[in-house]
Structure formats: C-alpha cells, structure tokens
C-alpha cells in the first residue's frame, strides 16, 4: 500500500523559513516523478512543484521560483520542500503526491499544515 | 484566479446524470490529453478519478467518464449517489514552463 506522511509545518512568521518532508513507503520511490500541491484554507488546489526521480530536473510554479526549493533523498525514501521568505499567502495545507506522468497524482498524503502569521 | 476555468456549483438528484466542464487554452487542455479529475471529500485528500481525459483508475466507478472537446474537458457523474457530493478539480499538463494547472474546483451537490 502506498503512504506519503508528510511533516515539517506548523506556525512561522512572516520572512521565515521551513522545511517540509514526505516520507514515502510501499513503492519504489526512485522510480517516480513527485509532486507538492497546495490548497490555502477553503480554496481549491494549486501546484506547486514537480521533480523527477533522481532529482536532476525540477519545475516550479511560476509565483514560486526562487523562494521554494524541491529536493529528495532516494536513499531515505523522502522528498522535501524548502520554504523561504514566507508570506501569509503561502498559508495552506501542503500535500506530496505520487505522478502517474505528466503532473496526474494518483497517490496523495494527508497534507501538513503551514501557517504564516506574526 | 485559476489557470482553468471550472463552475463554482453543479448539483444533480439521485440517479441524474451531471456534467462539470473545465475550460483551458490551446496551449494546455486543448494541446494535450492529460487532463485529470479529482475528488475531495472535506477534510480528505484529493483522490485521482479520471487522468489522461477519459482513464478511470482502478476501483473508480464506471459512473464516473471523462472527454474533451477543443479546449474543454468535461466530467460526466452518471447515476448520481449521495457519496459523489464533494469537490471536483480538473487539472491539465500545460507544457515545460507551467507543468501543473489546475481548475477553481466545483462543488457538487447531491440534491
């Protein structure tokens, strides 16, 4: 069964800095492309970035280049989001997915939740 | 303002049939046929219901189909039942420079 847990949100002010993990099991992990998609509180999905397996190649929405930064760890079976100069519109649930090709997911986690907020 | 077009609201009564559109431009939905439809229960992550326009993956039901016509994806939900009210996204490849886009998302109401 697959399972993406994902962790790492929580309060942080505005400026600040985070780093989010999503642990994957129950599939060969290095054998996928991975994806984080957001959804701010009672708003619909945005995606937000995409990496292929062995993490040599990276797209990012455009409103996001620059400040966030995909990476994964294949030997650890985790993929990251490292979250920068964060603003109250970065506010939202954080979810990893799984790609089935071209940015379809068919395996979604749970989501972590990022709160930007003096 | 989403990068697809869907309606806020769509509702059906049991057993009617409902179609949900998602609008993009020829330089996504109307390029590629990888649109996907998404369901979210509240409170619950977003499950895959349909990929590549009319793809169902296994353990969706039959009642749910997908097309595309143009620059237009449609959801069709036939047999409505009271477990399909939820939210629905689209979302279409939309090339090297905007990988992902999704839709607005619409509500479906089962009336």
């Given at each position: 069964e697959v399972q993406l847990v994902e962790s790492g949100g929580g309060l942080v002010q505005p400026g600040g800095s985070l780093r989010l993990s999503c642990a994957a099991s129950g599939?060969?992990?290095?054998?996928y492309w991975m994806l984080w998609v957001r959804q701010a509180p009672g708003k619909g999905l945005v995606w937000v970035s995409l990496i292929n397996p062995d993490g040599t190649t990276t797209y990012y929405a455009d409103s996001l280049k620059g400040r966030f930064t995909i990476s994964r760890d294949n030997a650890k079976n985790t993929l990251y989001l490292q979250m920068n100069s964060l603003t109250g519109e970065d506010t939202a649930l954080y979810y990893c997915a799984k790609d089935l090709h071209y940015g379809s997911s068919d395996d979604w986690g749970q989501g972590t939740l990022v709160t930007v907020s003096s | 303002q989403s990068a697809l077009t869907q309606p806020p609201s769509a509702s059906g009564s049991p057993g009617q049939s409902v179609t949900i559109s998602c609008t993009g431009t020829s330089s996504d939905v109307g390029a590629y046929d990888y649109v996907s439809w998404y369901q979210q229960h509240p409170g619950r992550a977003p499950k895959l219901m349909i990929y590549d326009v009319t793809k169902r993956p296994s353990g969706v039901p039959d009642r749910f189909s997908g097309s595309k016509s143009g620059n237009t994806a449609s959801l069709t939900v036939s047999?409505?039942?009271?477990?399909?009210e939820a939210d629905y996204y689209c979302s279409s490849?939309?090339?090297?420079?905007?990988f992902v886009l999704f839709g607005g998302g619409t509500k479906l109401t089962v009336l």
């Open positions: 599939f060969t992990f290095n054998n | 047999g409505l039942q009271a477990e399909d490849y939309g090339g090297r420079n905007n």
